[in-house]
T-cell receptor, first 113, second 110 residues
Framework: DAGVIQSPRHEVTEMGQEVTLRCKPI?????LFWYRQTMMRGLELLIY????????DSGMPEDRFSAKMPNASFSTLKIQPSEPRDSAVYFC???????????FGPGTRLTVL | AQRVTQPEKLLSVFKGAPVELKCNYS??????LFWYVQYSRQRLQLLLR??SRESIKGFTADLNKGETSFHLKKPFAQEEDSAMYYC????????????FGKGTLLTVNP
């Protein structure tokens, strides 16, 4: 298993553009998490899904951010319009049933100019 | 709301010296506590959890409910222990979200 897969690994865009980050969880895992990592705020949970249903989106910073999980093997995090303060590393993680352990993807480094 | 505090952003020790990475939490219930580690150019991964009461790569961590702490310790640090360490808290039960501290960058010098 390749583990959690994220794409793209790096994204550079201009302010105002739409950005879509993608995540493929580990097969068989039923919980998926999106995190944002910055120097100032550390690792923050944005949203998490259980069985493809959003459970807690209290960490989503504002309406410019949205996340979807159309099926068990795919999720997207969209920022529209993007702003320079959105520059960060975005991580996706997944978790199976039974053991409380999250498996992280390699992250997407987003730079908004 | 729950909170995890790691007071040291940076910690530097010499090889063979003891190391302790501090973690304090605030949560009114009975949390599950974890240490995650990120080695250079690798993914964030679980190091250990308090429920397991295990030692991984020589590291141990004891949950002290009185002091609300979960410090990570190793008696003799190795160069390969150099990494970013994150303490994390889960409310447990059916709530799967993790609250992370801001992390401590450990450097073990030769």
């Amino acid at each position: 298993d390749a583990g959690v897969i994220q794409s793209p690994r790096h994204e550079v865009t201009e302010m105002g553009q739409e950005v879509t980050l993608r995540c493929k969880p580990i097969s068989g895992h039923n919980s998926l998490f999106w995190y944002r990592q910055t120097m100032m705020r550390g690792l923050e949970l944005l949203i998490y899904f259980n069985n493809n249903v959003p459970i807690d989106d209290s960490g989503m910073p504002e309406d410019r951010f949205s996340a979807k999980m159309p099926n068990a093997s795919f999720s997207t995090l969209k920022i529209q319009p993007s702003e320079p303060r959105d520059s960060a590393v975005y991580f996706c993680a997944s978790r199976g049933t039974g053991v409380n352990e999250q498996f992280f993807g390699p992250g997407t480094r987003l730079t908004v100019l | 709301a729950q909170r995890v505090t790691q007071p040291e952003k940076l910690l530097s020790v010499f090889k063979g010296a003891p190391v302790e990475l501090k973690c304090n939490y605030s949560y009114s219930g009975s949390p599950e506590l974890f240490w995650y580690v990120q080695y250079s150019r690798q993914r964030l991964q679980l190091l250990l959890r308090h429920i397991s009461r295990e030692s991984i790569k020589g590291f141990t961590a004891d949950l002290n409910k009185g002091e609300t702490s979960f410090h990570l310790k190793k008696p003799f640090a190795q160069e390969e222990d150099s990494a970013m360490y994150y303490c994390a808290l889960s409310e447990g039960g059916s709530n799967y979200k993790l609250t992370f501290g801001k992390g401590t960058l450990l450097t073990v010098n030769p």
